[in-house]
Each structure stands twice: as structure tokens, then as C-alpha cells.
């Protein structure tokens, strides 16, 4: 393929001119970087598009073609069935013999050959015959592998059989004086690399073991008494109580840092059972048809509109899943719908995954559809159950379809969640009102945040329809819906051996079996069906009994008893089987055939022959057909197993060809799910593009709401990056994700996190180390957002006035909307009430909707909706209260259309709540103080729901309900002092005081107003610093304390409040001042302290506050 080809291909032909007028050939495309494209003229996107392409072509110099990754991978000598390095677990003996130096002085050189020959033979003779391996015959030494070639479920004690009897035998041989050879043998058992071929001709070590694990035999043989059996104690616990053994304790062993544990084998052990030799404490066993009953009693009233859910709960390999299968086959022939969901491991951070995967199914998407195709299977599927033309775009762009109809692409992201959950639920509803349903999600323990959020929501709802809800689990997903009464939780227990012989007899069908293997296979299998499933099919494809034993070996995410039969089953593959069990591993649990056949480097008919012999022998199950063909390890472990063989050099190889295939083969895929292709890519050791599709899968999580998998998207990038060079397109995209994570960041906690300082101060200084000035007014945006909110208020105002600088040198009027929205709220938590409405009331005029509609989900909040509901606040404190209620009103408006939860969130609690309890209206305070609440549970917003928890306290107090006000306003407190939200905290500590002081606590009032005069002086929030004052002049005149403290309180309120030009509290303070004062009979100043302020209003006659100081004035 020549460059004008290629260049065509990807549809870039337009620059074959520029290109080879430029000496670029095919060869060169692959080193060329972003900054020689753009110097070259390419557009953003072309250069993208190249970049994107050029990888490809990276690997494929590599010699990753589409059939070229298992000879990378394993070498040419694979295919032929030499062997191959690879990882596992493995016992190791060495053997060796006592005094041989000696030996040899005494006897002549050939009698000394012949002895060491048939020491060595009767050695050897051991170890093979109970199915170990001679490695290596090291001088007198003999190194021997246990789990190698071929392994067996009880290595670690054949290995100590092994020893015990070489020690026997060899004390049968006799020098010609009658002297018996004795031999000392150490045994351990642990990770190695084991298969690599060192050296060439004679010299030649085939099946070399790299590790610690062999190092420590040898160490232990060195330890050991003659004719004595040392093993280490990771095999000790692998044996149990089968054999006797002496704890010697931890030994200093040469080479290695930490003693050693370690036993020496007296031999047999005494215990008869192998079960209890193995297991300290037996488990309760019980069988299934109990919970087949029930299953079925719940699917009856499920059937008669009672729905109900069950949790299926249990450890790996219980049989969870069977359970399911076999309550299904159970339902009879009255039609109901059944909906199957199967979380998965790798995909917990893929929004809605399971959702997605089912309703492809069921509308029987078939690659190769275009897009208007799956649209029609779409609407068909849902035809039936009359969806409205909102609730059918919403379930067609979750499948990343575009219908005509787009009321949902219209939707903020946040809200577009919410509503695409209630089209699905709505869709459930109506199906289940045509005929009963069964929903089965599976796995749940590997659910994404999303997927759990919806299933929450169907547990709930699942009481009231004629549903029946499964949900399968392993013990350590802690489930949030156990506390309702219409949710059950079964636990399933292993099997006794009544059941479990039954499942072997089920298994093995025709193939007779003897009462005593059958019960041996039981003993063995620790009653776990999975266990007792693969362990029989073992035995079958075995043909005997020696591999029916299950003494565990240790693995990290494989249960050690299920492990080594596993193993066994893939040692027994064929070559061309077992590489396909491999690639088909590192792709994932499911895997397509056409996917499969681009990473195997296997022709057609071996491939084909291949994966059948994995049904066939039962290590997984074939879905669909024709192109939809693809096939599924049966068991999750079962994948995990044939992934812990490969080397890491093995999987970076394989990976590469699976991100190079999707590319290339299913980019539709690798659009709908980038994080797959960047996870492929980041273990093929390609940083550079994983972290283009890692941002990309965080940006579109974040787009739905899913902001949990958007961060884990976006860490994952930037752990990528941190693999890179340092250049400047490294830090361009690293500022691409640090302004990124931000948002989701505040949507998980609050600006406060540290962690959002963290994304924004380290995206302040890439942009000024590379002048990034367009980009710069954002970045200090996000940063004065955790500043202010953390409290932190002349530090705020400093990178306000940062935003104000950088703005005024650009041309963005984004730029100045954010600085003025940023420069205002500094200003107004100082106090500097007129300042801060000139910012404030700059914003309208610079804000474009058309524009400047997506800037809440970049800002958090809408900024001029969020400027309005503040400028609320500053206005009513300047004492224009009318203006203020037009200017919250203007702002609730801005945010009913914008429809963004963050931005009405901010409304709510600021223009709605906080004014209405400056205007004294408690049931607006009410009102809005719940709506914050419902809004902040909807959308998991823990810091509306502490400032709606406040105004809820607040109108309790209000109505006469302290012990509820107060709990109330603790809690809010409590919550936002927990994520570190001090915005509005002197407020919140003068609206606990009060409420302790109306209801006869005035000194916990006073206590609660030091606390708030600390906090001031710390965070310089003095918006609120004269109701301070002016409270404390009321608590401690309910103290009865001096009129003189309570008056120089007032005073100093006063003085504060005329400093910030701020009307409203300047009457408060009056007010409370002209009251002192007539009771003491100065009617005089006490009116003409009020009259002098109350004269200034020219509107708000009809809030509580006026009113109260005319009703005073006319007294007096």
C-alpha cells in the first residue's frame, strides 16, 4: 500500500500533495506528532484523525496484524505445541544428596557414576511416578516441578508423597561397606514463570522456573535433617492437617529479607477425612429446593400483581446462576416476560452497560444494522407498550441512536438521566401491565454506579407491579435496599453431600462411576457446586482418579480449591485451544468470534474447532450466530485463570492487537464504549492513545450524570499521562483532564473537596506554564469556586481578580461573565455589598442563552443564574427588597429552563430559601428548604440537602417545633461542615442561636455566636457579621444581663451594617435598639434611631421587618 492509498483509506487524501512535497513517506507517518501536523496545516480533527490512524499503523509495524499476535505473543514455536513462558502457580522440590563430596573420594570414578545414575533413576522414578517433572539433575541435586507441565488439583502433596518416598528409597541404597545414602528434601509452592529455554546445544535448560519459590526449596533442603522433608509454610497450609509435621517456626533463610516459617514432615497424618484434614471449621450445608419453592411461591404472586425481589447471595462458584436457570425452566408455559441484565467484571465503570446490552438483545441488534435498521427493531420492541415520542428518543440515544424526534437531546445531561431512568422504568410498567415479568440482574457485585441507581429505583417500584425481581451477588456487595419489606435476601449455602453426589451423577450421565470415587469427588470438592462441576468434568476428561483430589493452590482473584482444577483443564488443552482460551481471556469475559479470530493466530478451521472444544468441554457457552457469533467463559473465574498464564509481555502483545482490531474492525464499539479501547490500550503499554479515549469515556459519563465512572474515566487518563514524556502535548492534555474532572468531582462531594483544588490548581499552572490564556479564565473559575466555598475569601478574591486580569487582555465575553459572576460573591461574603452588586448586575448584559446555555455544565452552576440568586441576597441586604424579589424570581426563571440540577440546586437554597428566611416567610422557607432536599436525593447532592435541612429547621423553629428546628439545623450544619461548605456558615451558627434563644436557651445561644465570631475572623465572611451582633445584644438581654453589654452589641451592629451600606440588617438593629430603649422610657432616641432608617425605604412595606418598625414607630 503505497502513501496516496493509505492516505485515501482514511479519508485524507486530500493531503497526499503536502505530504510527499514534504519527503513523508509511509514509513515516516508513524513518528509524526501532533506539532508537526498542525505546522503541516492539518485541522484539529484531521489531525486527530491521523494521529488515531497512524497508531494503528504503529502496531501493525509491530507485526500485530490481524492474525499476527499469538506468534508475537508466543513465538514462532508455538503453533508446533513446544513450550511456552508463562505464570502459575507451582510447587517446586529439591532433593539432594547427603555427604556426596565425600562420597566421591572414597569411591572410584565409575562406581561413584553408577551410584549417583541410580540414585538419580530412583529418584526420578518417584517424582513421575506420582505425575511431577524432573527439571533439572544439578551434580547430586534433583530439581522437580509439581503443577508443571501438567497440573493436578493436589500437587503440593504429591510433592511431599514424593519426598517422603525418595527418602525411603534411596535409604535402600548400600555401598559396598553396608552404608545406607541419605538425602534432606525442601518443598515450596508459589507464583514462578516457569517454560522459558535457556542456553543452546548441550548447554540447553529447557523449563526453567524464575522466582523465589524454587530458591526457597533449595534453602529449605539446606536446612533440613538427613533423610527429612522441609516444606515452607505457604505449602504447609496448602496440605492442612494430611500430613504430621513439626513447626520449626520462622528460619533465617539465606536470600531472602524476612524469616521463613517452616515445617518438617514426619509423614501421614492421622485424620481420616480429607475434608476435615483440610478445612479447621466445616461449613453449614444445605441444599436448593427450599429456595426453588420459595422462588416459585414469590413468581405466583408476582403473577397476581404482588411483585417481589429477591437477592440471591453467595461466594464464587455457589451456584447462584444455576439456582436462576433452573426457578426459569420451573415457570410452566403461561407467557410472561423475562429481562436478563449481566454485570461483568472490567465494565463497572461503563454507565448502564447491562441495561444497554439487554436492550440490544431484545431488539435483536445484529452488527452490520445501520443505524435507521436498529432504530425500527428499536421502536418495535417498545411498540407494544406505546412509549411517547420523549420516552423512545431517550432509550434510542442511550443506545447512542438519533431519532427524529429530539425533546431528549434538548435535555441538560443531569436531567436527561433522570428522565432516560423514567422511560425505562415507564417501559418496565407497561410491559408488566401486558403480562407478568421476570427481571433477573446478574453479578451485581461488578454494577456500575448507574446501573445500581436504576436497579434502586426498580427494587422500589417492583412492590406494586406483577414483577419479580432476582439479583445475584457475591457476599461483599453491601445491598442498599434490605430495610423494605418487600425485598428478601436468601444466602446460599454449600451442598451436603447428598446433593453434591447427585450434581456428579448429573454430570457424568452415562458414564458409570463407583459409590467410592463418586464419593471422594464429594469429599473433595468442599460442596460447592462449581467445585464439584469442574472437578467431576476433570475426572472425565481425565479417564482416572488420581486428579480428583482438591488441595487448593493460592491465587489472588481464583478461589485456591477451584484454581488448580482449572489449571489442570487448561494444561490439558490442546495448543490451538489453550492460545484461544488465552486471546479470548485477554479480550474479556464475552468475546466475539469475529473479534477472537483477529487476535488468534489460527486459520479458520482450527480456529472454528477450537472454540467449539471450549463448549465442548465446558469452559464456556456459545451465543448467537452467523456475525452476531460469540462465545462467554462459563464462569468468570474461569477467565481469570486463563488470563493469570500469560506474561505481561504476552498480555501487552495481546492487548495491542485487541485495541488494533477495534480500531480497525468495530469502531462503531469503540465509539460507543472508549473506556473498552482505553482500557486495552493502556495494558498494551500505549498510554499516548489510551488517555484520547479514556477522556473521551470520561466526558461522555459525565454527559449522562454518571460521575462516579466519569472520575474513575479520568484518573485512569491521567495515570496514563503520567507514563508520558513531559512535551507540550502531554500537558495540553493533561489540562484537557484536570478541567474535566473537576465538575464530576463537585457532583460526587462539594467545591470543597480537596481533590477539586487539586484538578484546578495543577490545570492554573499548565496553562500559565504554556500560555494558555484561552483556558486560563475557567481554570481560576474552578479554582475560586473550591476557594470560596472552603471559606478561604481573600484568597478567592485574589483569583478573582486573576479571572478579572486575564479576561480583560482577551476578546471571550465568557471570560468577563465568569470574572464579574466570580468577583461579585467574593466581594458580597466580604461585605462589600456595593461592589458586589455592580459585578453582579454585569452579568445579564454579557450573557448570550444560545451561547452560553452549556456553561453550567463546565461551571457547575448556570453563572447568570447562580450571579441573579446571589445578587437576590445583596440587594435585600441594600435594602431593596422588591428588587431583590424580582431579581430571585428572574433567576428561579433562568434555571426552570436551563433544567441543570447544580444550577437549581443553587436557586433553591440561595434566591428561594436564604431570602425567604430574610423576608421572616416560613412557609416559603419550608417549601423551598424541601424542594432542595428532593432535588439533592434525586441527585445524590449532599450540599443542597444541608442548606435545605437548615431551612427546614429554620420554618420549624418558626412554627413553634424547636426540638425539630433545632435537630434540623444541626444536621445541615453538620453535613456541609462535613464536606467542607463554610459558604454561609455564620449564618447558619446565628440561625441555631436564635432559635436556642426563642425557646429559653440564650446561653447555648451565645456559646453558638463565639463560634461564629471565630469563624468570621478565619474565613473573613462578614456578610452576616452585624446579625451577629445584633443577636448577641438580644441573647444576652434575654440572659437579663447589663443593658450596657446588650447596647454596646447593638451599637457595634449598627456600626457595621452602616459600613456595608446594608438597609435591611440596619433596620434589624434598630429595631431591636428602639425596643431597649422604650423600655427603658427613652421614647425619644428609640424613635429617632428607627425613624431615621425606616425613612430611607421606598419599597418592601409588606415584609415582616417594616412592618414590625412601623408598628414600633406608631407606639412610640
Not at 507517518?29 to 501536523?37: G, M, S, V
Not at 463407583?514 to 481425565?542: M, Q, W, Y
Not at 459572576?821 to 455589598?833: N, W
Not at 413553634?960 to 456541609?976: H, I, K, N, S, Y
Request: aromatic share 6%; glycine share 8%; charged share 25%.
Amino acid at each position: 500500500m503505497d502513501l496516496e492509498d493509505w492516505l485515501g483509506r482514511h479519508g485524507l487524501d486530500r493531503y497526499t500533495t503536502i505530504f510527499r512535497s514534504n519527503d513523508i513517506s509511509l514509513d515516516v507517518l508513524p513518528d509524526l506528532t501532533d506539532a508537526d501536523l498542525k505546522g503541516l496545516g492539518l485541522s484539529l480533527g484531521d489531525r486527530r484523525r491521523m494521529l488515531r490512524a497512524t497508531h494503528t499503523l504503529r502496531l501493525r509495524d509491530e507485526g500485530l496484524s490481524e492474525n499476527g499476535a499469538a506468534r508475537l505473543v508466543y513465538g514462532e514455536d508455538f503453533a508446533s505445541g513446544a513450550s511456552c513462558a508463562e505464570r502459575r502457580y507451582l510447587t517446586v522440590a529439591f532433593v539432594d544428596l547427603v555427604g556426596s563430596t565425600a562420597l566421591s573420594t572414597r569411591l572410584d570414578v565409575e562406581d561413584y557414576r553408577e551410584l549417583i545414575a541410580d540414585y538419580e533413576s530412583r529418584i526420578a522414578a518417584v517424582i513421575e511416578k506420582v505425575g511431577g517433572f524432573v527439571a533439572l539433575y544439578y551434580g547430586d541435586g534433583v530439581l522437580a516441578y509439581f503443577g508443571y507441565p501438567q497440573a493436578h488439583e493436589d500437587d503440593p502433596e504429591r510433592a511431599i508423597h514424593a519426598g517422603l518416598e525418595s527418602v525411603a528409597v534411596v535409604g535402600g541404597l548400600k555401598m559396598v561397606d553396608g552404608t545406607a545414602l541419605r538425602i534432606r528434601v525442601g518443598i515450596a509452592t508459589g507464583l514462578v514463570v516457569v517454560g522459558d529455554v535457556l542456553g543452546s546445544g548441550p548447554t540447553q535448560q529447557r523449563a526453567v522456573v524464575l522466582g523465589q519459590t524454587p530458591n526457597l526449596a533449595a534453602r529449605l533442603q539446606a536446612l533440613a535433617e538427613p533423610d527429612s522433608v522441609v516444606i515452607a509454610d505457604a505449602t504447609h497450609r496448602l496440605v492442612g492437617d494430611l500430613f504430621d509435621c513439626i513447626d520449626l517456626g520462622a528460619v533465617e533463610v539465606k536470600g531472602f529479607v524476612e524469616p521463613v516459617r517452616a515445617y518438617r514432615v514426619l509423614g501421614r497424618g492421622s485424620v481420616a477425612s480429607r475434608f476435615e484434614a483440610l478445612h479447621t471449621k466445616p461449613p453449614t450445608l444445605v441444599g436448593r429446593e427450599e429456595e426453588t419453592a420459595l422462588l416459585l411461591c414469590r413468581w405466583e404472586r408476582a403473577r397476581g400483581g404482588e411483585g417481589s425481589v429477591v437477592v440471591l447471595s453467595g461466594e464464587p462458584g455457589i451456584g447462584k446462576s444455576r439456582l436462576v436457570a433452573g426457578v426459569m425452566e420451573g415457570l410452566g408455559e403461561k407467557p410472561y416476560a423475562c429481562l436478563r441484565y449481566f454485570c461483568s467484571p472490567g465494565h463497572e465503570d461503563s454507565p448502564l452497560l447491562p441495561v444497554i446490552a439487554q436492550l440490544e438483545r431484545m431488539a435483536g441488534f445484529v452488527r452490520g444494522d445501520p443505524p435507521g435498521g436498529r432504530l425500527d427493531k428499536l421502536r418495535a420492541l417498545l411498540a407494544p407498550t406505546s412509549p411517547r415520542p420523549e420516552e423512545l428518543t431517550l432509550i434510542a440515544e442511550l443506545l447512542s441512536l438519533r431519532p427524529d424526534d429530539r425533546d431528549g437531546s434538548r435535555l441538560v445531561s443531569d436531567q436527561k438521566r433522570a428522565r432516560t431512568f423514567e422511560a425505562l422504568m415507564r417501559w418496565v410498567e407497561r410491559l408488566s401491565n401486558r403480562r407478568p415479568v421476570l427481571m433477573v440482574f446478574e453479578d451485581v457485585h461488578w454494577i456500575d454506579p448507574s446501573s445500581l441507581e436504576l436497579l434502586r429505583l426498580t427494587v422500589e417500584s417492583a412492590a406494586r407491579l406483577p414483577l419479580m425481581l432476582l439479583i445475584t451477588c457475591r457476599p461483599e456487595f453491601k445491598a442498599p435496599w434490605t430495610d423494605q419489606p418487600h425485598v428478601e435476601d436468601v444466602r446460599l449455602q454449600r451442598f451436603n453431600s447428598r446433593e453434591a453426589a447427585e450434581l456428579v451423577r448429573q454430570i457424568t450421565g452415562s458414564v458409570a462411576l463407583s459409590d467410592a470415587l463418586v464419593a471422594e469427588v464429594v469429599e473433595r470438592t468442599d460442596g460447592i457446586p462449581l467445585f464439584v462441576e469442574e472437578l467431576t468434568k476433570a475426572l472425565l476428561e481425565t479417564g482416572t482418579s488420581d486428579t480428583v483430589s482438591a488441595v487448593p493452590l493460592a491465587a489472588m482473584t481464583v478461589p485456591a480449591t477451584l484454581h488448580a482444577s482449572l489449571m489442570a483443564r487448561l494444561d490439558r488443552l490442546d495448543a490451538s485451544t489453550r492460545i484461544t482460551a488465552q486471546a479470548g481471556a485477554v479480550i474479556g469475559r464475552e468475546f466475539s468470534y469475529e473479534l477472537l479470530a483477529a487476535v488468534a493466530d489460527l486459520d479458520e478451521g482450527s480456529l472454528a474447532a477450537a472454540v467449539e472444544r471450549l463448549v465442548e468441554v465446558g469452559l464456556a457457552f456459545r451465543r448467537g450466530d452467523g456475525a452476531e457469533l460469540s462465545y462467554c467463559f462459563k464462569h468468570a473465574l474461569v477467565r481469570d485463570v486463563a488470563y493469570g498464564t500469560l506474561l505481561r509481555e504476552q498480555r501487552r502483545r495481546l492487548h495491542a492487537a485487541v485495541a488494533c482490531t477495534f480500531e480497525e474492525t468495530f469502531p462503531e464499539l469503540a465509539e460507543r464504549t472508549p473506556e473498552l479501547l482505553a482500557h486495552h490500550l493502556t495494558e498494551a503499554g500505549e498510554p499516548a492513545a489510551a488517555m484520547r479515549y479514556w477522556l473521551e469515556a470520561g466526558r461522555r459519563a459525565a454527559g449522562r450524570s454518571a460521575d462516579r465512572e466519569a472520575v474513575s474515566h479520568l484518573r485512569n487518563g491521567l495515570r496514563a499521562l503520567a507514563g508520558l514524556p513531559a512535551s507540550i502535548e502531554r500537558d495540553r492534555a493533561e489540562l484537557d483532564f484536570q478541567l474535566a474532572i473537576g465538575t464530576p468531582l463537585i457532583a460526587l462531594s462539594a467545591w470543597s473537596d480537596p481533590a477539586v483544588a487539586a484538578a484546578y490548581e495543577r490545570a492554573g499552572e499548565i496553562c500559565e506554564s504554556l500560555g494558555e490564556t484561552g483556558r486560563l479564565v475557567r481554570t481560576l473559575f474552578g479554582l475560586y469556586s473550591n476557594r470560596i466555598v472552603r471559606g478561604q475569601t481573600r484568597m478567592a478574591l485574589r483569583l478573582a481578580e486573576r479571572c478579572e486580569r486575564a479576561a480583560a487582555g482577551g476578546r471571550d465575553p465568557v471570560d468577563r461573565l465568569l470574572a464579574h459572576r466570580a468577583k461579585g460573591t467574593a466581594l458580597m461574603q466580604l461585605g462589600a455589598l456595593g461592589e458586589a452588586r455592580l459585578e453582579f448586575e454585569a452579568i445579564p448584559a454579557l450573557y448570550v442563552a444560545e451561547r452560553d446555555g452549556g456553561l453550567a455544565a463546565q461551571c457547575i452552576t448556570d453563572p447568570c443564574a447562580s450571579g441573579l440568586s446571589l445578587l437576590a441576597l445583596v440587594l435585600w441586604k441594600l435594602g431593596f427588597v422588591d428588587q431583590a424579589r424580582r431579581t430571585a424570581a428572574e433567576g428561579s426563571r433562568r434555571a426552570a429552563e436551563l433544567r441543570h440540577a447544580n444550577t437549581t440546586g443553587h436557586l433553591l437554597c440561595h434566591a428561594g430559601a436564604e431570602l425567604a428566611q430574610f423576608l421572616r416567610d416560613e412557609s416559603a422557607a419550608r417549601r423551598y428548604g424541601e424542594a432542595a432536599r428532593t432535588l439533592a436525593a434525586e441527585h445524590d447532592m449532599p450540599m443542597w440537602r444541608g442548606y435545605g435541612l437548615i431551612a427546614c429547621g429554620w420554618a420549624a423553629a418558626e412554627a413553634g417545633r424547636f426540638d425539630e428546628g433545632v435537630t434540623c439545623v444541626r444536621q445541615g450544619a453538620a453535613e456541609l461542615d462535613a464536606l467542607g461548605a463554610v459558604f454561609h456558615r455564620p449564618y447558619h451558627l446565628c440561625v441555631l442561636a436564635e432559635i436556642h434563644g426563642r425557646f429559653g436557651d440564650p446561653d447555648t445561644g451565645l456559646q453558638i455566636l463565639n463560634t461564629g465570631y471565630e469563624e468570621i475572623a478565619r474565613t473573613d465572611i462578614h456578610l452576616f457579621e452585624a446579625e451577629l451582633h445584633r443577636l448577641e445584644g438580644e441573647l444576652r438581654l434575654r440572659a437579663q444581663q447589663p443593658t450596657g453589654l446588650v447596647e454596646a452589641c447593638f451599637a457595634e451592629a449598627l456600626a457595621i451594617a452602616r459600613r456595608q451600606q446594608a438597609k435591611s440588617s440596619e433596620l434589624r438593629v434598630a429595631t431591636s435598639l428602639a425596643r431597649l430603649q422604650r423600655k427603658q422610657g427613652r421614647r425619644a432616641e428609640a424613635r429617632g434611631v428607627l425613624a431615621s432608617v425606616f425613612g430611607w425605604f421606598t419599597e418592601g412595606f409588606d415584609t415582616r421587618d417594616l412592618i414590625d418598625a412601623r408598628a414600633l414607630l406608631d407606639e412610640l
